[in-house]
């Protein structure tokens, strides 16, 4: 159900329980855990915990998540979620471990998936939705084409508090493959 993806540096792939170390890696640091929506790991099963439920919504088919992996190591992950095939439309979402910020990576990981989707799912349009003080995530998703379509107030609800978020939205014919 998750094929292999690959880009010039990166290759997108399942996740197997064997990468339970390299995700708590990334997982543990508190300023990358900082805007996504599950807490920062403080165990070792943390990681393996969220495996298997990453592997659970995939057999169900409910997403698709991908490692990041970068020269045969796992620095991030990025998915699609509530893909919503009636309306063509999924929802993406990734994250990179700190010592791989700013070299292009997520830029290249968000490429291969929104090529897969437009290509390989034919959906019409894939979605994001950010903190508004994440500047790096919002710039990632300006560069790929992304248009900012809304602030929605109080839009989530995570790690105990509402989270405003900023919508932003790519349609299959704004995409430029990379």
């Not at 969220?50 to 190591?73: E, H, M, N, P």
């Not at 010592?99 to 897969?116: N, P």
């Not at 790519?170 to 995409?175: N, R």
Request: aromatic residues 12%.
């Amino acid at each position: 159900m998750v094929p292999v993806l690959r880009g010039p540096r990166v290759v997108l792939r399942p996740f197997t329980l064997d990468d339970a170390p390299a995700v708590y890696a990334y997982a543990s640091d508190p300023e990358v855990a900082r805007y996504v929506s599950w807490p920062v790991h403080l165990r070792i099963e943390d990681s393996l915990a969220f495996l298997a439920a990453s592997a659970d919504r995939v057999a169900k088919g409910t997403c698709r998540d991908w490692c990041i992996d970068y020269r045969g190591q796992v620095v991030g992950s990025i998915g699609l979620f509530d893909h919503q095939p009636s309306h063509e439309r999924a929802e993406v979402g990734y994250v990179l471990g700190r010592r791989f910020w700013r070299q292009g990576l997520g830029s290249e990981a968000l490429r291969v998936v929104l090529d897969y989707a437009f290509c390989d799912l034919a959906l019409r349009k894939v979605v994001a939705h950010v903190r508004p003080e994440n500047a790096a995530s919002r710039g990632l998703l300006g560069r790929a084409g992304f248009c900012e379509e809304g602030f929605l107030r109080q839009h989530l609800f995570f790690k105990g508090e509402w989270w405003d978020v900023v919508s932003f939205g790519l349609l299959v014919g704004e995409f430029r493959p990379g």
